[in-house]
């Protein structure tokens, strides 16, 4: 995905978490707590998420 800018007001939850062997960087799964945005569940490099808001560990 190229363009985010349509899930502005998405809300996710990080679902899983790894770091690939070789290369040492981490990826997280996001899964969206709304349905209408499920289409964009999947994994994202860590160091390309922004948290605003709230942060909660449920």
């Known amino acids: 995905m190229d ?3 349509n899930y ?3 809300r ?6 790894g770091t690939r ?3 040492g960087d981490t990826w ?3 899964v969206a707590t709304d349905p209408a945005y ?3 569940n ?6 390309g998420l ?4 709230t942060i909660t560990n449920q």
């Open 50 to 53: 922004t948290a605003t808001g």
């Open 12 to 17: 996710f939850r990080l679902d899983r978490i």
């Open 38 to 40: 499920t289409v964009v």
């Open 28 to 30: 997280v799964y996001i």
């Open 8 to 10: 502005g007001e998405a």
């Open 42 to 47: 999947g994994w994202i490099k860590l160091d």
């Open 3 to 5: 363009n985010t800018t």
């Open 21 to 23: 062997t070789q290369e």
